[in-house]
């Protein structure tokens, strides 16, 4: 871990280039300071240790003012004498409106997996307020993750595991993976070590193998891609995570010769166009692994991320490349957090098409005044999305004004077509009642129905409902007699 001190976090911001006052800073970290004096960290350090290193994460995803201001401060309306008030009264209203959000959420206590729903349902509750909030409680994770060694065993595991079940898939959710791979790396250990040791060791195992074939594959490329007069803005690879590589051999029974991606070489290149180039070179190259071409490009996954993967056999080793470019590699790596960067100019970068951020980013073209923006980041970047609960705490997002006959097509079109009733929070519910962020819904089935009512068409929202209602609508006159006739004549025997 780098040196935490007010100095090295005035050097990130100036090294990201971040738009900010440093002043500001420095005068909420000489508040956070005085108010934390006399209290230690468990691992004896000064208290002011933490918050520091949470701002410093912060300034790392390259965040707005007011959140780093309140990852300062996070930590004093609980702790200290300080209040909300006065947090409010010398940092304005934004910041203060960030510190109750982390406050608030620090009340939430894990009470073992069963409580997991709750935990999600607070958490996404607090994102959909302002997401930045949830930034910061990442940054937080991550420092008590790092000084995890000081607490005692029992406790040291929950946290862990906490992080592995809710704070890294929200992160993965969010298309966060700088802060996903981060959290797991750190949980994982604690959360499973003998796991831990197992995985580990297979890693280790194969890398003199992975290293050899990492360079020539490295040199290969890198004249093919020159000969084509292909410009590479970065060409680098990596290893599988410890704990991403434990699921996959979950998911593969175990069998490490079924995981695809142990050595993945990411290679970013200016444009589209360039990227489609690049893949007919590696294929031509190497041999590629059937079925393993995929273009996310084209359809980027839920999250945002965009791509182009292909799989290729070197030796006997097997890679899988990823090619972006520069605009992809920043989506893919922050995700949502990429909307607070600037690019070289100083100016917001622009975005890209992710569908459901699509709606922030137009209005960040059309808001250029800065303290416009700052005001306008405290709206819902969910704006027109809900969030929603399976029974079992599987997270659904659906537009907003979605009924449970959405949300019944959303998990089955079989479960929509049999809808009979619902529950919204363990209540009986009207079939058009609207959701809310947070519900849990739980779909009754008659197993006898035969199609869905077509008065549903009325409420729902989604396209997926709408499609299939309508397949079931009795159809026009001409159409019945029509497949009446083909129904005669097609039964030639
Ligand atoms: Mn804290």
Redesign the pocket.
Known sequence: MSDVSIESLIEIIKLNKLNIDTQKVKQAFEFAQKAHEGQTRKTGEPYIT??LA?AMTLADLRLDEATIVAGLL??VPEDTKKTLIDVRKDFGSDVAMLVEG?TKL?KVKYRGIERYVENLRKMFIAMAADIRTIFIKFA?RI??LQTIEALDAKKAERIAKETLTIYAPIANRLGINVLKDVLEDLAFQHAYPKEYKNVTALLDGGQKQRDRCYLSVHTAVLDALNKENIQVVSFYGRTKQPYSLYRKLQQHSNDPNKIFDLLAMRLIVPTIQDCYAVLGIINALYRPLPGRIKDYIAQPKPNGYQSLHTTVLCDRSIIEFQIQTPEMHEQAEYGIASHWHYDEEGARISDKDITWVQELARWQEEIKDEKKYLESLKIDVFQNRIFVFTPKGDVIDLPEDSTPVDFAYHIHSDIGNKCASAKINGQIAKLDEKLKSGDVIEIIIDKNRKGPNTNWLKFVKTQQARAKIRQHAPKPVWEQVISGVTEKFGKKK
């Open positions: 933490h918050p949470v996070h930590d982390i620090g937080d420092h008590n």
